[in-house]
T-cell receptor, first 115, second 113 residues
Framework: DAGITQSPRHKVTETGTPVTLRCHQT?????MYWYRQDPGHGLRLIHY???????DKGEVSDGYSVSRSKTEDFLLTLESATSSQTSVYFC??????????????FGPGTRLTVT | GNSVTQMEGPVTLSEEAFLTINCTYT??????LFWYVQYPGEGLQLLLK?????DKGSNKGFEATYRKETTSFHLEKGSVQVSDSAVYFC????????????FGKGTHLIIQP
């Protein structure tokens, strides 16, 4: 199994509070991703990173920001949580270059509830 | 843009039945195609992949063939087990960059003994 951990694994927070989720990898992979999973939507990309300090937006980036100051850590921040951000959040990593197959490996997920 | 369409289910089968989960895609380039599996309470695990037309991916008795002419990547297994009960996701990665996967909505598979 790829060495990916997410913290916290569960969190309940109130509307309007800031929340930071952490993804940590031990594989030294270049690419890291944040997805959210919601019933009826599958997984949707929030943000991704293609290197230290290099990030870009995904399909559902509004209300989220990210930072990557080290290869192994990718942080997702909800500046002011809303009930619509209640979801399960998955981090993924990919080695990237070296071929056409950008397969990704996923962490165990963080279940976030915004009340 | 890219998109993936798959049956959502739930799909309920008896043990030892033949399984097919349909997946079709729309992409601008020549994507790589994946099947992921998610067991209850866990993250997604890569099940199999194919990177070019006519490639067949296989793993744990599951197979899928990349059909460019029908833009499909259907998942099959000859004899399912109760332990195969999970949610299955079809996904694609477009060429030219590692800017994330596009997922289908997932198919919930239930295998009854």
């Amino acid at each position: 199994d790829a060495g990916i951990t997410q913290s916290p694994r569960h969190k309940v927070t109130e509307t309007g509070t800031p929340v930071t989720l952490r993804c940590h990898q031990t594989e030294n992979h270049r690419y890291m991703y944040w997805y959210r999973q919601d019933p009826g939507h599958g997984l949707r990309l929030i943000h991704y990173s293609y290197g230290v300090k290099d990030t870009d937006k995904g399909e559902v980036s509004d209300g989220y920001s990210v930072s990557r100051s080290k290869t192994e850590d990718f942080l997702l921040t909800l500046e002011s949580a809303t009930s619509s951000q209640t979801s399960v959040y998955f981090c993924a990593i990919s080695e990237g270059a070296g071929g056409l197959s950008y397969e990704q490996y996923f962490g165990p997920g963080t279940r976030l509830t915004v009340t | 843009g890219n998109s993936v369409t798959q049956m959502e289910g739930p799909v309920t089968l008896s043990e030892e039945a033949f399984l097919t989960i349909n997946c079709t895609y729309t992409a601008t380039g020549y994507p790589s195609l994946f099947w992921y599996v998610q067991y209850p309470g866990e993250g997604l695990q890569l099940l199999l992949k194919a990177t070019k037309a006519d490639d067949k991916g296989s793993n744990k008795g599951f197979e899928a063939t990349y059909r460019k002419e029908t833009t499909s990547f259907h998942l099959e297994k000859g004899s399912v087990q109760v332990s195969d009960s999970a949610v299955y996701f079809c996904a694609l990665s477009d060429t030219g960059g590692a800017d994330g996967l596009t997922f289908g909505k997932g198919t919930h598979l239930i295998i009854q003994p």
